[in-house]
């Protein structure tokens, strides 16, 4: 009886018609705001074309387009169209130019150079974000800025000038003759890598390095071709018999865009007496290298960035030897201990006094 009495009582109170009303009241509310916006759209779009009327010379009609496919006023959809062109012509130099705007593919095609290197293109590219306050290395007060919501701030002008050093370092290697290894193993990293390499006409290292590369090149390195080239980067044939006998070559710069997982690789650079370039951030030890670099190693445009002006250094050391060769001087040391190659057609003493020119290893 109670259950019956209760059913009842739920099934009057459903159909009873004042539940409807929010309903209603919803449904109404909607198509009020619904019919507002549109009154408002159509406001604004006449108070555009007046603009636009009182701008130019001929009057632009409103266009109100009939279900036919024709207008009403009897105007082609291709007066139409022209219209239209014509209002976005008017209204071109209307609102904001975003210029200049980030492309990221812009770092690899055209990498900037030391003289690119802003505090605004090092901010724009997070080389100021450092790892959170309990991750710092204390070896690192002096290139911190501040702290902010935990995280380290790196100071900009530290990053900038440390960076326009280590390219003056790369620009004189590279300007006599030599041999410089870019290394960046983290994912993403290869083709800035690889592209710094390509402008420095040096090495890259983009995967695992093998630890005793240095240590113990003839080893593992011992298999690796050698030839002789001129000033002019000329090959110079004859010379084969003789390097069969040399060693593998060691770089006389490494620059290291992750020294946190290459701690091997700057070792053995440390142990043979090879300078070392390295992106440092707050967790890492600026002692690690020779020519520190405190920026974020982990944001790939920093990396991009810090890789071109590096290669592009590089590049600009490469032209400066070779304008140099052109003219006649040399600009590094060319005393390889090689024997200058005999020749069927010059006699023994000829041989003896023959002394080869400017070389180099490659």
């Known amino acids: 009886m109670i259950i019956r009495q209760l059913a009842l009582r739920q099934a009057r109170r459903v159909l009873c018609p004042s539940s409807a009303r929010p309903w209603i009241r919803a449904l109404s509310s909607e198509v009020d705001g619904i019919r507002s916006s549109l009154e408002h759209s159509t406001t604004e779009t006449h108070s555009i074309e007046s603009q636009i009327n009182r701008q130019s010379h001929e009057e632009v009609a409103p266009l109100a387009a009939d279900p036919a ?126 592209n710094a390499a390509r402008l420095a006409q040096g090495c890259h290292l983009f995967e695992r390095w093998i630890p005793g590369s240095i240590t113990n090149g003839p080893q593992i390195l011992g298999r690796c071709a050698l030839r002789v080239v001129d000033e002019l980067d000329r090959p110079m044939a004859g010379y084969d018999d003789q390097l069969r006998e040399r060693q593998s070559l060691k770089p006389d710069l490494v620059v290291c865009l992750n020294p946190l997982e290459n701690y091997v690789l700057l070792h053995e650079c440390g142990a043979n007496n090879i300078p070392t370039v390295g992106v440092i951030d707050t967790d890492a030890d600026p002692t690690w290298v020779t020519y520190p670099i405190p920026a974020n190693d982990d944001s790939l445009r920093c990396i991009q960035v810090i890789a071109g002006v590096l290669g592009n250094a590089g590049a600009e050391g490469q032209q400066r ?32 006094q023959r002394q080869p020119g400017p070389m180099g290893l490659w």
């Not at 975003?98 to 590219?125: G, M, N």
């Not at 006649?328 to 390889?336: I, S």
Request: charged share 20%; with cysteine; hydrophobic share 35%.
């Open 69 to 194: 496919g024709d207008y009403a006023d009897g105007v082609s959809v291709a007066d139409a169209y022209h219209a239209m062109k014509k209002i976005q012509k008017n209204t071109a130099h209307l609102g904001t130019a975003i210029a200049p705007y980030y492309q990221p593919h812009t770092l690899l095609s055209r990498p900037p150079s030391v003289k690119d290197v802003t505090l605004e293109l090092l901010l724009a590219s997070q080389a100021h974000l450092g790892h959170s306050t309990s991750l710092w290395n204390p070896a690192n007060q002096r290139y911190i800025f501040g702290v902010r919501q935990g995280i380290h701030v790196i100071s900009l002008d530290t990053t900038a000038a440390h960076l326009r050093r280590a390219a003056k370092v790369v620009t004189g290697v590279c300007e006599r003759a030599g041999l410089v290894l870019f290394v960046g193993t983290r994912p993403g990293q290869a083709r800035a890598v690889v």
């Open 321 to 352: 030897r070779r304008r140099a060769a052109e003219q006649g001087r040399v600009t590094y040391e060319h005393d390889l201990g090689l024997r200058s190659p005999r020749t069927g057609s010059a006699s023994a003493e000829q041989q003896q």
